[in-house]
């Protein structure tokens, strides 16, 4: 099966080398351009790609809000990688915010490219564990109620913490001596009762929320 992207960057240079990195892939295929936020959403309706590569900082509309535009605006929306020169960027902290599934700097070698996006392409978060502690520690916006709201179960909120942690489910599924699908059943669950779309808006909810400290 053919993973279709869609590269959204203002810098000509960055669009020619990650289309030449993942149209080298029998499994990856770019499928179209944009220099601009605003390009995006036609372009995502034209050609239906299941991942958008969308740079943060854009003239016009930035990849913020394009980002929030994106998947507000349809049902069945694309999963977005953030490609950023910087991990350390307030902008990359308001895209995982506003949705995106994870970030992927500039510099990254093609063989990172490439995983990246079949990691995010399958459902999952490209999550860092250093650098959303160290996002959320920079820009982190703190809530007092922590999850309660949510009433995890002690399982659900286990699963959380090793989520943070940046564990697979495989991974936790070895760690809690259960079954993957067991797994996905739990972190379904605390996506639901978070009100989330995926893992990294879990993560980032359960720093904010002070449920996992950024500095542990």
């Not at 991990?87 to 070698?109: H, I, M, P, Q, T």
């Not at 079949?118 to 916006?141: D, K, M, N, Q």
């Not at 709201?149 to 991974?171: H, I, K, Q, Y």
């Not at 879990?202 to 720093?207: G, M, N, P, T």
């Amino acid at each position: 099966m053919t993973t279709d992207v869609l590269i959204v960057d203002d810098d000509e240079l960055i669009r020619i080398g990650l289309r030449a990195i993942l149209n080298a892939q029998p499994d990856l295929r770019v499928v179209a351009e944009a220099t601009d936020g605003a390009e995006v959403p036609p372009l995502v309706a034209r050609h239906r790609p299941q991942v958008v590569l969308m740079d943060v900082r854009m003239p016009g509309i930035d990849g913020i809000q394009a980002t929030r535009q994106l998947l507000a605006s349809s049902t069945d929306p694309p999963r977005v990688l953030v490609i950023t020169t910087f991990a350390n960027d307030e902008y990359v902290y308001d895209a995982l915010r506003a949705g995106a599934s994870g970030f992927l700097l500039k510099r990254a070698r093609p063989a990172e490219v490439m995983e990246a996006v079949r990691v995010v392409a399958r459902g999952e978060s490209l999550l860092f564990p250093a650098a959303i502690r160290r996002l959320v520690g920079a820009y982190g916006r703190r809530g007092a109620d922590g999850l309660r709201a949510a009433r995890l179960t002690e399982r659900e909120a286990e699963v959380l913490r090793l989520m943070a942690a940046g564990l697979s489910n495989p991974e936790i599924a070895d760690r809690l001596v259960v079954g993957v699908e067991t797994v996905k059943t739990h972190v379904g669950n605390v996506l639901a009762k978070l009100g989330v779309r995926d893992r990294t808006q879990a993560v980032i909810a359960a720093y904010e929320s002070g449920f996992v400290v950024p500095a542990g």
